[in-house]
């Protein structure tokens, strides 16, 4: 009986020394908040990256156990889940714009084995207007002469825009025509009901392209009362 009394001792005595001279480990970041820039081309890709670096500190390996955003517009990306004392790492935060316009704020909150857990990290990202529009919404009332109508459209510099056709069964009912105007960015869509067309609701499909590439679409809408 002493003996083993003896040995509960001493076990205790060593679970305090071990506690004495734990181990500690953390993340420190390069930074917690980005404000990538963006452009028309990110505003045409499918996500916005922000890429936040950290390091190790202290002298036990962290684990990354989860991460969770504030919207579903936003994940997060990791290259693996465990970090060796002095190890680099990442987290790629990727945002999904859409048909966002304006500034959003977004926060990634990293869970992981360390005392300073979760860490909050924050992307701003300011998407710019690409186009602003005269009107969307075009109006021939009924018994009303049936006469051109226009839309004006104003665009980013370097950007140019394609105007699809207009698909039946209404191309029999309208005509619209793009047209560039005399200052750069400018443009603007003539709308022309042809006579005798009957009440209809009728979407007119615009591209806007940087080079080849779609970054937005655009939709008009004319309606014959």
């Not at 997060?76 to 970090?83: H, W």
């Not at 499909?205 to 939709?219: F, N, R």
Request: charged fraction near 20%; aromatic fraction near 4%; charge should be neutral.
């Amino acid at each position: 009986m002493t003996s083993l009394r003896a040995l509960s001792a001493l076990l205790a005595i060593g679970l305090v020394a071990a506690g004495c001279g734990s181990l500690h480990a953390g993340l420190k970041w390069t930074t917690t908040t980005i404000e990538p820039e963006v452009t028309s081309s990110s505003v045409a890709a499918e996500t916005i990256e922000a890429v936040f670096d950290f390091t190790v500190e202290g002298d036990a390996p962290v684990r990354i156990l989860k991460t969770e955003s504030d919207c579903g517009c936003t994940t997060a990306r990791l290259e693996k889940d465990i970090y060796q004392p002095g190890e680099k790492g990442r987290v790629v935060a990727l945002f999904s714009p859409g048909q966002r316009r304006g500034t959003h704020e977004k926060h990634v909150l990293v869970f992981a084995s360390d005392k300073t857990s979760p860490h909050k990290l924050k992307l701003t990202v300011a998407i710019p207007e690409l186009y602003n529009l005269s009107q969307r919404l075009l109006v021939w009332e009924k018994g009303a002469a049936m006469e051109t109508k226009q839309v004006d459209i104003r665009i980013e510099t370097g950007l140019s825009l394609k105007l699809q056709p207009v698909r039946a069964p209404h191309s029999e009912k309208i005509i619209a025509v793009l047209h560039q105007g005399h200052e750069p960015g400018a443009y603007f869509v003539s709308v022309t009901p042809l006579k005798g067309s009957a009440k209809a609701l009728i979407p007119l499909s615009l591209q806007l392209l940087e080079g080849e590439k779609v970054v937005s679409p655009i939709t008009l809408i004319a309606r014959i009362n």
